[in-house]
C-alpha cells in the first residue's frame, strides 16, 4: 500500500491532489500527542517544495522597519519558544452535517481533522517587535497580521495563492508561533516546511504553512481563504454566489469533542463498557467537564479527563457505561469553563459550506451477551 508524505498507510484519503487525509479514531485515540505520520493534513492546493538555504521571510507594510530573514537568521536572533497545541480544521466532523443535507464540493471530513503537536519556534510576537509593530491600544482592533503561502490554489475563485490573517491582538500573544519544527523534528514538507504560523485556539486555516511574507495592515486579508472560504454562511446561503464578507468570520475554536471508541455502528459486549475521545475548548478556554449518556441523553455519568498540557491543546476523556443487551445511543458532551456546552443537534447548525460542527457526538452501538 502506498502512502503519501509520509503519512500512515491507513490514513483515510479524502482527496490525493490537493492532498488531503485524516487518521482513523484508533490511530488518533493511541497518543495525546499525534505522530506526525498519524496527524491529519489539509491542503488547498500543491504541496510546494521549498529550500531552506535559499527561502526567505518578508515581513512589510504597516511597519516601523521591514525585515527579510533567512531561516539561520529568525534561528539565531529570536528566543525559541514550545507550545502543545491542537490544531483543527474548521471542517472537522463535517460528515455529520452532510448526514443532515449534502454538502457538494467539500470534503466529508469525520472526527480526524484535528491533532496535537508539539510545535517548536519563535513567537510572532518577538518578529513584529523587531519590524516595530506592538499592540498598541485600541489600534490592535483594526490592525491585522496577513500570512502570505506560494501554494497557489485552483479552489479559490480567482485562483491565487493560499493566505489568512488574524487581528494583532492575537498575534502579538505568547502562544502564536511561526514554528520550524513538529514533535521534535523539523517540519515536513506537508505540514509547512520551512516554516508555519501555529495560531492555537484558531480554526487550522490561520495556521499558513510555507509562510514567505508577514504582512501588517489596516483589517483582514483580502485573500480568498479569508474573505470567501472559512466563513459561516446561513443555512439559506448559495454558496455558489457568496461574495467577500457574506456570513460570519471563523477564528477562535468553538467547544468540540469527538467519541473515538467505541465506533459508530459497532457491535459490543453487554455490561461495562468504556468510551473515550477527546475535548477542545478553544481559543484559551479549558474543557471543565465532559459527560457520557449510555441512553441518548437521558441519564448521564461524568468521564475522567486524561493529562492537562493547558489551554491550547486537547483533553483526552473516558468514562464506563452499563449497557443491558439491545441497542443503545451513546452521547457525549463538553463543557467549558464559562458553563457553555456543546450543541445537542447537527441539524441546527448545518451551513452550506460545512464548517463548526460542534454538535454532541453520537455513536449507536449493539450490545450483545458473549
Ligand atoms: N499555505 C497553506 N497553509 C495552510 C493550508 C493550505 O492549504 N495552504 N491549509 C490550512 C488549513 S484549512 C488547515 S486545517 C491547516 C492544516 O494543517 P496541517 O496540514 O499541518 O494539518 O493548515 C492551514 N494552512
Ligand atoms: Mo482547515
Not at 519544527?181 to 487550522?204: C, D, Q, Y
Request: proline letters at 7%.
Amino acid at each position: 500500500m502506498t502512502t503519501s508524505w509520509g503519512k500512515r498507510a491507513d490514513m483515510l484519503v479524502h482527496e490525493e491532489e490537493p492532498f488531503n487525509a485524516e487518521p482513523t479514531s484508533a490511530a488518533l485515540a493511541a497518543s495525546y500527542l499525534t505522530p506526525t505520520d498519524t496527524f491529519y493534513s489539509r491542503n488547498h492546493g500543491p504541496i510546494p517544495t521549498l529550500d531552506r538555504g535559499t527561502w526567505r521571510l518578508d515581513v512589510d507594510g504597516l511597519v516601523d522597519i521591514r525585515l527579510r530573514l533567512s531561516l539561520a537568521e529568525l534561528q539565531d536572533r529570536f528566543e525559541e519558544h514550545v507550545v502543545t497545541a491542537t490544531v483543527q480544521c474548521a471542517g472537522n466532523r463535517r460528515a455529520g452535517l452532510i448526514a443532515v443535507r449534502d454538502i457538494p464540493g467539500e470534503d466529508p471530513w469525520q472526527d480526524g481533522a484535528t491533532s496535537t503537536a508539539v510545535w517548536a519556534g519563535i513567537r510572532l510576537a518577538d518578529v513584529l517587535a523587531e519590524a516595530g509593530v506592538t499592540q498598541a491600544g485600541g489600534e490592535a482592533d483594526e490592525t491585522h497580521v496577513a500570512f502570505q503561502a506560494p501554494d497557489v490554489s485552483q479552489l479559490a475563485r480567482p485562483s491565487q495563492a493560499y493566505g489568512g490573517s488574524i487581528p494583532l491582538a492575537k498575534a502579538t500573544r505568547p502562544e502564536v508561533l511561526l514554528a520550524w519544527s513538529m514533535n521534535g523534528e523539523a517540519l515536513t514538507p506537508v505540514h509547512g516546511a520551512p516554516l508555519r504560523v501555529v495560531v492555537p485556539g484558531w480554526i487550522g486555516a490561520r495556521s499558513v504553512k510555507w509562510l514567505e511574507r508577514i504582512i501588517v495592515r489596516h483589517g483582514p486579508s483580502d485573500n480568498y481563504f479569508q474573505s470567501v472560504a472559512y466563513r459561516l454562511l446561513p443555512p439559506d446561503a448559495d454558496p455558489d454566489t457568496a461574495g467577500p464578507g457574506n456570513g460570519l468570520s471563523l477564528g477562535p475554536i468553538a467547544l468540540n469533542s469527538a467519541i473515538l471508541s467505541p465506533a459508530d455502528d459497532s457491535t459490543v459486549s453487554a455490561g461495562a463498557l468504556a468510551v473515550s475521545g477527546y475535548a477542545f475548548a478553544g481559543d484559551g478556554r479549558r474543557v471543565a467537564r465532559v459527560d457520557v449518556s449510555p441512553d441518548g441523553g437521558h441519564t448521564w455519568v461524568q468521564a475522567d479527563l486524561g493529562p492537562d498540557r493547558g489551554p491550547w491543546a486537547w483533553r483526552l476523556w473516558r468514562a464506563q457505561v452499563h449497557l443491558a443487551a439491545g441497542d443503545a445511543l451513546l452521547v457525549a458532551q463538553a463543557w467549558d469553563g464559562t458553563a457553555a456546552a456543546q450543541p445537542s443537534e447537527a441539524e441546527h447548525l448545518w451551513n452550506p459550506k460545512g464548517y463548526v460542527n460542534n454538535a454532541c457526538p453520537r455513536a449507536r452501538v449493539h450490545a450483545v451477551h458473549r
